[in-house]
């Protein structure tokens, strides 16, 4: 299955859930949305680091969804490499084995875009 093939599949079972507990779904939706807002920090800077911890937790759905939000953002492959070294440094062998993941779906999700 291709990441372009595993995100769709992400965001249909994310509408199921969002249909099941709807406020709960909300209430996550804006604290996203306040957490991942322009600060001190740009929201490009904040999708790296989203991006970072999904690979330190090896959450291939979240390493999806953040690739593709990184793409949005304006992140070039460069510094998307970068903060993978740095997610690789924090998680060590488990690390690598997803930062090549997402890099991966970084190029094959920017490859549509």
Known sequence: MSFKEKFDETRNNLRGLRKAIPDTFAGFVSMEKAAS????????????????IAVALRCEDCIISHAGACIRAG???????????????????????????????????????
Do not use: C, F, N, W
């Open 37 to 52: 807002a322009d600060g001190a920090l740009s929201h490009k800077s904040k999708e790296l680091i989203a991006l970072g």
């Open 75 to 113: 992140v070039t492959r460069e510094e998307l490499s970068e903060a993978l070294g740095t997610a690789i440094q924090m998680s060590g062998g488990p690390g690598l084995m997803y930062a090549a993941k997402a890099l991966a779906a970084y190029d094959e999700l920017s490859a549509d875009a």
